[in-house]
């Protein structure tokens, strides 16, 4: 193998160094993007969260998905119906507080209509001795109004693949649940609001959350791509000049 020259080991080391601080720097300006992107996203939920409050009789099973979204996603609604506590499932995995533990689903069939919603109660904790446990939950069963924010269906997380049946599930498909209950099923849920209740915490995470974690990743991919700069600069311009006179 033919060993490198003196000027060819400068180009490479150029060429390395060049490659390096153009990919930091995209990853920090990457990561701005990011926290633009939940900043806008914060201040557009605040907007519609500021509007007058929806009711539940206004939905419909077939609506526009894109309407649903411009229009209607975290707006202020009420629900009048009952709970269709036979359906309620706890998603696994789910974090509140940076506690582990369930969000607990439960479909809510509206008071003179079919269509059902499903609603995120909220969250509870799991039980570490006994993993099939289910957290003690009140189901209220008389006719009960809900208040909370249109959310789109939970995130979902990692699964092995293969159909989840029972109530402890690690994620919710809309059309599967749709037709495993057989209720119309619309296509958003209601994060519901309020202070703890039901044996249920809802201090759900701000939207905005994380904003700062993205600028603290920016800092440190510039701060990266400038040391890498400054490495560069000394060890192949500065100190190559200084050491005659050293000598």
Known sequence: MTEKTPGQQRWLLLALAVLSVGLTCSLGFWQLGRAAEKTALHQARSEQAQKPVLHG????????????QDNWMHRRMVLVGHWQHQHTVYLENRQMNAKPGFFVLTPFKLEGSEISVVVQRGWAQRSFRDRTALPPVEQPMERVEVLGNLAPWPSRLYDFGGEEKGPIRQNLDWQGFKQETGLDLSKFTLLQSGAASEGLLRE????????????????????????????????????????????
């Open 57 to 68: 009789q206004s939905l419909k099973v077939d609506a526009d998905p894109s309407d649903v």
């Open 204 to 247: 759900w995470p701000a939207v905005a959350s994380g904003v700062e974690k993205h600028h603290g990743y920016a800092f440190q991919w510039f701060g990266l791509s400038a040391l890498i700069a400054l490495l560069y600069v000394w060890f192949q311009i500065v100190q190559p000049r200084r050491s005659p006179k050293i000598r």
